[in-house]
């Protein structure tokens, strides 16, 4: 799923392309994009783009008249740019957003339909869409400790609760915990203020080199290559490969269709934590340490 890094470069790319410009036409592909009735799509065509904004991991484009668009990308969702008029690409295409210097495409891989595009007019119908969870790259750190604090939730669930902390998903969650050392399972009023001091400086350390870099990569083309395994990932993604920080195994825990990496020697003082698959099925099998993993 696109997280904070992506969206922020994918409205850069936008901001560049269709500030200002006129919305000639919408063309919805797919009927399940579409989640609101009133006010009508219809409504937006032929007005100019003012404003470009992040609501989470929602992309808000704001035209004339107090209308908005708002994308939510979900886990396959993906925006393309191409030439004006270009169709929507097969069983792919969810919509096509033709402005008249080109078209934006929105696609999705899969067979399951995520992707949602809402219509708002006015702020208050737009703030309604939004989770209000902190953001963390503008929040202070008592205003951190205070949203993780709100409620007593494993640090994972923290991070990736919406209504917590804003844009952040299972990828750079990972990645936040990994480097401040902190366990995915440990329960935020558990954490010291040290501890959540450490993950609040961390959080804001990874978001921002990760925006960096992906600007960078992108340079002045339209972000394409947007996925949740980036190279150059500690730990998210590498499950068995070396830790880069002490070349443990990097371990998993599983639960529908989601996956929390984790190093057991720099987050979890060596002890591996129960995947709620494997270790129900192997029951006193399942291995509680690096040592007995390392021996089955």
Same mark, same amino acid.
């Given at each position: 799923?696109?997280?904070?890094?992506?969206?922020?470069?994918?409205?850069?790319?936008? !901001?560049?392309?269709?500030?200002?410009?006129?919305?000639?036409?919408?063309?919805?592909?797919?009927?399940?994009?579409?989640?609101?009735?009133?006010?009508?799509?219809e409504?937006?065509?032929?007005?100019?783009?003012?404003?470009?904004?992040?609501?989470?991991?929602?992309?808000?484009?704001?035209?004339?008249d107090?209308? #908005?668009?708002?994308?939510?990308?979900?886990?396959?969702?993906?925006?393309? #740019?191409?030439?004006?008029?270009?169709?929507p690409?097969?069983?792919?295409?969810?919509?096509?957003?033709?402005? %008249?210097n080109?078209?934006l495409?929105?696609?999705?891989?899969?067979?399951?339909?995520?992707?949602?595009?809402?219509?708002?007019?006015?702020?208050?119908?737009?703030?309604?869409?939004?989770?209000?969870?902190?953001?963390?790259?503008?929040?202070?750190?008592?205003?951190?400790?205070?949203?993780?604090?709100?409620?007593?939730?494993?640090?994972?669930?923290?991070?990736?609760?919406?209504?917590?902390?804003?844009?952040?998903?299972?990828?750079?969650?990972?990645?936040?915990?990994?480097?401040?050392?902190?366990?995915?399972?440990?329960?935020?009023?558990?954490?010291?203020?040290?501890?959540?001091?450490r993950?609040?400086?961390?959080?804001?350390?990874?978001?921002?080199? #990760?925006?960096?870099?992906?600007?960078?990569?992108?340079?002045?083309?339209?972000?394409?290559?947007?996925?949740?395994?980036?190279?150059?990932?500690?730990?998210?993604?590498?499950?068995? !490969?070396?830790?880069p920080?002490?070349?443990?195994?990097?371990?998993?825990?599983?639960?529908?269709?989601?996956?929390?990496?984790?190093?057991? !020697?720099?987050?979890?003082?060596?002890?591996?934590?129960?995947?709620?698959?494997?270790?129900?099925?192997?029951?006193?099998? #399942? %291995?509680?340490?690096?040592?007995?993993?390392?021996n089955?």
């Open positions: 799923m696109p997280e904070l890094p992506d969206i922020v470069v994918y409205i850069e790319a936008l !901001q560049a392309r269709i500030a200002g410009r006129r919305l000639d036409a919408v063309r919805i592909a797919s009927p399940a994009l579409l989640r609101t009735v009133e006010p009508p799509l409504e937006c065509v032929g007005k100019r783009v003012i404003a470009l904004r992040r609501l989470g991991k929602r992309i808000a484009i704001g035209l004339e107090g209308y #908005w668009l708002v994308l939510h990308l979900m886990i396959a969702g993906r925006l393309r #740019w191409r030439p004006p008029g270009t169709k690409p097969g069983r792919r295409g969810l919509a096509a957003f033709d402005f %008249p080109g078209t495409l929105l696609t999705e891989a899969g067979s399951k339909r995520r992707a949602s595009l809402h219509v708002a007019r006015g702020e208050a119908a737009l703030e309604a869409l939004h989770r209000n969870g902190l953001e963390i790259l503008e929040a202070t750190l008592p205003m951190f400790r205070k949203a993780l604090r709100s409620r007593n939730r494993t640090a994972k669930r923290a991070l990736t609760d919406p209504s917590i902390c804003s844009g952040i998903g299972n990828a750079y969650s990972d990645e936040i915990l990994h480097r401040a050392g902190i366990s995915p399972l440990a329960l935020t009023g558990s954490l010291d203020d040290g501890e959540l001091e993950l609040y400086v961390v959080a804001r350390e990874v978001l921002a080199e #990760w925006v960096d870099r992906l600007r960078a990569d992108a340079g002045d083309r339209f972000p394409e290559k947007v996925t949740a395994f980036r190279e150059g990932m500690a730990i998210h993604g590498r499950y068995r !490969q070396a830790c920080d002490c070349g443990c195994p990097v371990q998993r825990i599983r639960y529908a269709s989601n996956e929390t990496n984790y190093c057991a !020697q720099c987050q979890t003082g060596g002890k591996v934590l129960a995947d709620r698959a494997l270790s129900r099925l192997l029951r006193s099998d #399942w %291995p509680r340490s690096l040592e007995e993993l390392s089955s």
